[in-house]
């Protein structure tokens, strides 16, 4: 469903995404694989931690996580549709749970249930949609709080620090950040070769800036944000 030439789409709306994924049952992870990530995900989320996946869709990273010895994932989408399939789908792979669950309204979970919430493409779903920045705010405030106290929210997101930084630092949003920067696949940026590791953190100028190496105007990059609640929040 799409709205007119100057509206925003409907991507926090059930309906949407229903009927997307009534017409699109097949697999697909937004922006990067399991593969490209792991180097991060592996880095900043241990394999015995609860994980709370918000926004999965039909995307085979829980899957892949599972394979690589991750063993309690919790999936939330807003779509019945989307949930019902994947239920399905893994009904044998204990490690994995579905629920539908709009992320801007998580109270069936406790606070502090879970040790990392991972986001790829969640954030910027809202971001696209109507009410943009009261959405966006709703659900990081549901991510903080369902987070334990150093628990890491993990962000994949085409927004880079200017437009994304706004929103993680915003009101009682009390995260330490550390920022990854990696290629989109299939671009020429996969190709380049660079002393720089995926692990390794990019610096932030003051002004939000990455510095002469990197150019946040390239449509090539993918950003990775680890925000780690503050021990002792609650």
């Known amino acids: 469903m799409t709205k007119g030439k100057d509206q925003p789409q409907a991507y926090g709306d059930e309906t949407y995404w229903d009927n997307r994924y009534s017409q699109d049952a097949g697999t697909f992870d937004w922006y990067q694989r399991y593969a490209g990530l792991a180097p991060l995900i592996n880095m900043y989320i241990p394999k015995q931690n609860k994980i709370l ?14 394979c690589d010895g991750y063993q309690d ?19 044998d792979m204990p490690q994995l749970q579905y ?28 971001m696209c949609g109507a009410s943009a920045t009261y ?18 929210y993990l962000l994949i997101t085409y927004g880079d620090p200017r437009v994304r930084l706004p929103h993680l630092k915003a009101g ?9 920067v990696i290629p989109r696949p299939g ?24 510095g002469p ?16 609640k503050e021990a002792g929040l609650h």
Not at 81 to 89: N, P
Not at 100 to 125: E, H, I, N, P, W
Not at 141 to 149: A, F, G, I, W, Y
Not at 219 to 224: A, N, S
Request: a negative charge; proline letters at 2%; charged letters at 25%.
């Open 213 to 228: 190496l990197i150019n946040t105007e390239d449509p090539d990059l993918h950003y990775v944000y680890v925000c780690i």
């Open 172 to 180: 009682n949003f009390l995260w330490e950040v550390v920022l990854h």
């Open 73 to 91: 994932i919790v999936n939330i989408d807003i779509s019945a549709v989307v949930i019902e399939a994947m239920r399905e789908k893994y009904k």
């Open 187 to 210: 671009s020429r940026r996969t190709h380049e070769s660079t002393s720089r590791l995926l692990t390794d953190p990019v610096i932030l100028n003051n002004d939000l800036m990455l």
């Open 53 to 66: 996946m918000v926004g999965c869709g039909n995307a085979a990273i829980s899957e892949d996580m599972v």
């Open 135 to 152: 959405s966006a705010s709703s659900m990081l405030q549901e991510v903080r709080r369902v987070l334990k106290p150093g628990g890491v």
């Open 99 to 126: 629920q539908r669950m709009d992320v801007r309204d998580m109270k069936a979970f406790k606070d502090g249930q879970f040790d990392t919430v991972l986001d790829k493409g969640m954030l910027d779903s809202l």
